[in-house]
């Protein structure tokens, strides 16, 4: 739906169902956890994911395979993760980010991002994850995380 110009309803994907995975620290799509972006400008961009697992640990990006703006993608926000709370430095939303100790069972823990992108293009915003070191223990990204995208502006140079 737009108005003036501008879609004012999110675009959102929800994890239906826990996806476990073991023995690797490839950064690897969700195929769950992806939304397309109709078009460029400026948006909004929220991301929840929870996890639990054994020793492997976690690790996540977002990836774009439409064009940015120099501005690129611009997340910040917290995490609990293993008992602590922290803040998560504003940072490229392309690069990852890991947590070497989880929560062993569920509910687990959390990362949560807020921030802005610029795209110049159409395309699909994804989530990645892995462990963050191989480990036969499963990490488990839990039904419910979601990502979610609003458009703010319209396009600029």
């Not at 110009?5 to 994890?15: L, S, T, W, Y």
């Not at 697992?53 to 064009?67: E, N, S, V």
Request: hydrophobic share 40%; aromatic share 8%; no cysteine.
């Amino acid at each position: 739906f737009k108005h003036r110009g501008i879609f004012i309803m999110p675009i959102m994907a929800v994890k239906a169902a826990n996806t476990s995975r073991t023995s690797t620290a490839t950064l690897a799509n969700d195929s769950e956890l992806v939304i397309a972006i109709p078009e460029g400008g400026q948006y909004e961009i929220e991301v929840f994911l929870q996890f639990y697992g054994g020793a492997g640990g976690f690790a996540r990006a977002l990836t774009y395979d439409g064009t940015t703006h120099a501005d690129g993608i611009n997340v910040g926000g917290q995490q609990h993760v293993n008992g602590t709370g922290a803040v998560l430095a504003v940072i490229d939303g392309t690069d990852s980010v890991a947590s070497a100790t989880i929560t062993a069972a569920d509910p687990g823990d959390y990362h949560r991002l807020v921030g802005s992108a610029h795209f110049t293009t159409s395309g699909n915003l994804r989530v990645q994850w892995a462990q963050n070191s191989s480990n036969a223990s499963a990490t488990t990204l839990k039904a419910g995380s979601f990502i979610r995208a609003r458009k703010l502006a319209s396009a600029t140079s």
